[in-house]
């Protein structure tokens, strides 16, 4: 059974680095893509871009890339989404999505979510 | 960059009705378009993928349809337990991108 288990919510002042963990069990990890979305409170889902484990290749969405990024850890079959100095805005809901195969980037497999508080 | 206009933003039904959703894509892109599920405080259900196949395990009154630009998401007689937002979500070129989402409540 594929599994997806995301570290826990955080809470963080501006200005802080973070960095939130996917942890997937039940496949294996290096042959199929992971991907981070964003939700902010109340509003809609965000592609924030999609790593491939095998080799890290990387696809951000433009209106993430340079703002946090997206790594692998293959020994421990972990994702990780990192932010080096957070910002208010960075408040949100954060899921990790694995597609059902290859590059067909449709995701049945969602984990449950990081909830990140940024706040003075 | 293609962009993906869904349409309504909410809209309100009765039990037993159909719905229907749309999703415009800015550009061709074949049948790579989703759908989703989300309930307040769970992650998406995937219910669409490639246009018009239904996930396994999703009830049949949920279906799919288009390609190329313009693609439409129904749910045949509207259950209480529908309540929830649906989204698109096409991928292609590398690149994935979110309808605006639809709220749909019961009336």
């Known amino acids: 059974e594929v599994q997806l288990v995301q570290s826990a919510a955080e809470i963080k002042k501006p200005g802080e680095s973070l960095k939130i963990s996917c942890k997937a069990s039940?496949?294996?990890?290096?042959?199929?893509?992971i991907a981070w979305v964003r939700q902010m409170p109340g509003k809609g889902l965000e592609w924030m871009g999609i790593?491939?484990?095998?080799?890290?290749?990387?696809k951000y969405s433009p209106s993430f890339q340079g703002h946090v990024s997206i790594s692998v850890d293959t020994s421990i079959s972990t994702a990780f989404l990192q932010w080096n100095s957070l910002k208010v805005s960075d408040s949100a809901m954060y899921y990790c999505?694995?597609?059902?195969?290859?590059?067909?980037?449709?995701?049945?497999?969602w984990g449950r979510g990081t909830l990140v508080t940024v706040s003075s | 960059d293609i962009q993906m206009t869904q349409s309504p933003s909410s809209l309100s039904a009765s039990v037993g009705d159909r719905v229907t959703i749309t999703c415009q894509a800015s550009?061709?892109?074949?049948?790579?378009l989703n759908w989703y599920q989300q309930k307040p405080g769970e992650a998406p259900k995937l219910l669409i993928y490639?246009?018009?196949n239904l996930e396994t395990g999703v009830p049949s009154r949920f279906s799919g349809s288009g390609s190329g630009t313009h693609f439409t998401f129904t749910i045949n007689s509207l259950q209480a337990e529908d309540v929830a937002t649906y989204y698109c979500?096409?991928?292609?070129?590398?690149?994935?991108?979110f309808g605006q989402g639809t709220r749909l409540e019961i009336k």
């Open positions: 790593i491939y484990p095998d080799d890290s290749d990387t």
């Open positions: 039940g496949y294996n990890f290096t042959t199929q893509w």
């Open positions: 550009q061709d892109i074949s049948n790579s």
């Open positions: 490639d246009g018009s």
């Open positions: 999505a694995r597609p059902k195969l290859g590059i067909d980037w449709y995701f049945p497999f």
């Open positions: 979500q096409k991928y292609y070129n590398f690149a994935i991108t």
